[in-house]
Nanobody
């Protein structure tokens, strides 16, 4: 059974850093798009970043470009999201998600409805 488990969330001060991990089981990360999405209270879920597990091509939301870095370790079946220079507006529940159907369609990589496998999320709170 395909499962995604996020970890690494927590409370951090503005300007701080966190690294999120998304560990996959039940499948190998060979030909998938793995995305990170976040949802703040009262707001719609939004795409943050995505990576192709086959060729490492990435995509970022404008709001996190230059601050967040997504990477993957296929040997460990894990995708990471390094988050630097965190801001209070980065606060939310962060989810990782996988899709094989959009693995080759980069235009859809930040659209949460295109992803069909989801983790349960990890809370990130940026506050002083």
């Amino acid at each position: 059974q395909l499962q995604l488990v996020e970890s690494g969330g927590g409370l951090v001060q503005p300007g701080g850093s966190l690294r999120l991990s998304c560990a996959a089981s039940g499948f190998t990360l060979d030909y998938y798009a793995i995305g990170w999405f976040r949802q703040a209270p009262g707001k719609e879920r939004e795409g943050v970043s995505c990576i192709s597990t086959s060729n490492g091509i990435t995509k970022y939301a404008d709001s996190v470009k230059g601050r967040f870095t997504i990477s993957r370790d296929n040997a460990k079946n894990t995708v990471y999201l390094q988050m630097n220079s965190l801001k209070p507006e980065d606060t939310g529940v962060y989810y990782c998600a996988a899709s094989s159907s959009v693995a080759w369609d980069r235009a859809k990589w930040l659209v949460w409805r295109e992803f069909n496998y989801w983790g349960s999320g990890t809370q990130v709170t940026v506050a002083s």
